[in-house]
């Protein structure tokens, strides 16, 4: 798996984001520049990765 954040940390680059739940279902994504913090989610256990 590749790297993950959880909302609330600093995005470490520019790039488009995808948000997944606990148990992995897409929750959409997000563009974010480098130092912004990942949004919050509706779902508890919920994290980031990176686009390629």
């Known amino acids: 798996m590749s790297k993950s954040w959880k909302p609330g940390e600093v995005a470490p680059e520019d790039g488009n984001y995808i ?7 897409n929750g959409g994504s ?9 949004p ?13």
């Open 19 to 25: 948000a997944y739940d606990a148990q992995g279902h």
């Open 30 to 38: 997000c563009y974010l520049a480098k130092g912004q913090r990942f």
């Open 40 to 52: 919050a989610t509706q779902h508890e256990g919920s994290y980031y990765t990176k686009e390629d």
